[in-house]
Structure formats: structure tokens, C-alpha cells
């Protein structure tokens, strides 16, 4: 499904203003993360709960908690969040069961519950249709969809199962997106409950 999202100077989200930022770390440094290229579902807009993203409880249950607290970037990675956030290891997410490997040390969103959803702010550098392939991990089938602006771009997204949280998948041609030229505010909404991690969107200029 495809949706045309009207590029614009100031990003508008359902006719308002929006005033999430783009998260500060390494090379985004406060800019937004760039299209086509990836999209890392860790650095998701500051803001706070209600504007840059939606969590159904208060704990961050990754960072300070599975992570214990101990002055590293991955064990605290936005600690005082609530979105859970955590990261690939080396003897659980690299075993020989995986569809794809991910990469060690990668942060990705887990603990993910419907109704719970995160925000990006992006930089379109060429209108044009996207494909997305997606890296993630899900323990029962579950479900997402995306918006742009605001606005349903892809409807309900089925994600299979791969039987395990920690057993990793990429899913080629996940779905198509049309994209203007421009700042835009792209959201992942979780649909349905899967025990899904979600890693990065790769967007790639057809």
C-alpha cells in the first residue's frame, strides 16, 4: 500500500506542529537519520511519552534491568526511558538458528505490546517509491503498521514468527512506501502482540 507524504519545512502530524527532535547519538548528532539508507528503531525522537513515543508501562525493562546499570553505553542506553531497549549478545542472538545474523552490540526495541508505538523524524533526500526490509525477531506471529505524517501509509503488517525473541530475520520487501523529498515523521505502531524485537528498516530507493 502506498502513501504520498507532502514533504514540507515544518513537519506537520495530523495538522499540528510537531516538536519531537531527532535523537543525539554518534553520527546522527541531532540530525534526522537519512532515506534511503537505514532506520534504527533505537533512535527513536526525543520528546517523552505522548510525543515521541507511547509505552504501556513506566519500566524500561532493557536498559538498568536485563542491562544492569554499569556505566557502559549499551547497558544504560536511554535508562531513563520507559521504551525498552536492549541489544544483540554474543551466545543469544548469534546462534546457528538465526535467519540472518545481526550484528553484536545492536540496539533494538523489545518487550514491544500493542498499542505502544515511537516516532522518527527522517530526511527524504529523492521522492520516490521505497521498498523496506526489516530486521527483527518475533516469538509468535504479531503485527505492525507505519505511518507518515500522521497518516496510515501500509495498514496492518503481518510479522512471522520466527519462534524465538532472540532467533533473527530479515524481511525483504516488507512493504512500499511513497515518499516526498523532506523532513518527515515516520511512526511504528505495534499491532499486535508477537513478543517482537525490532532492529532497523532498511529503505531502498526502487
Known amino acids: 500500500m502506498l502513501l504520498m507524504a507532502m514533504a514540507m519545512s515544518c513537519v506537520l ?10 535523537f543525539k547519538y554518534e553520527v546522527f548528532n ?3 537519520q537519512e532515506i534511503p539508507g537505514k532506520l534504527y528503531c ?4 526525543l520528546g517523552g511519552e505522548g510525543m515521541a ?3 504501556t508501562t513506566p519500566e524500561n525493562f532493557g536498559s538498568g ?3 544492569p546499570a554499569n556505566g557502559t553505553i549499551l547497558n544504560e542506553f536511554r535508562i ?3 521504551v525498552d531497549v536492549s541489544y544483540t549478545k ?7 538458528n538465526n535467519k540472518v545474523k545481526p550484528e553484536m552490540g545492536l540496539l533494538y526495541i523489545g518487550w514491544t505490546a500493542p498499542g ?3 516516532k522518527y523524524t527522517v530526511e527524504v533526500k529523492q521522492t520516490g517509491n521505497y521498498i523496506l526490509n526489516f530486521l527483527s525477531s518475533a516469538e509468535k506471529d504479531g503485527a505492525i503498521s507505519l505511518s507518515v505524517d500522521g497518516k496510515d501509509a501500509t495498514g496492518i503488517i503481518k510479522i512471522p514468527t520466527t519462534t524465538s525473541p532472540h532467533i533473527w530475520n530479515r524481511l525483504d520487501g516488507l512493504t512500499t512506501l511513497s515518499l516526498t523529498k523532506g523532513k518527515h515523521v515516520i511512526t511504528l505502531h505495534t499491532q499486535e502482540a508477537g513478543g517482537m524485537n525490532y532492529a532497523w528498516f532498511d529503505f531502498i530507493l526502487q
Open 116 to 118: 505502544e508505538w515511537l
Open 90 to 96: 554474543v551466545g543469544i542472538d548469534d546462534t546457528p
Open 13 to 22: 502530524v495530523m495538522g499540528q506542529a510537531y516538536e519531537g527532535k531527532p
Open 53 to 55: 513515543y507511547h509505552e
Open 30 to 32: 541531532g540530525t534526522p
Open 65 to 67: 534491568r536485563l542491562n
Open 42 to 45: 533505537a533512535y527513536y525522537d
Open 80 to 82: 531513563n526511558e520507559s
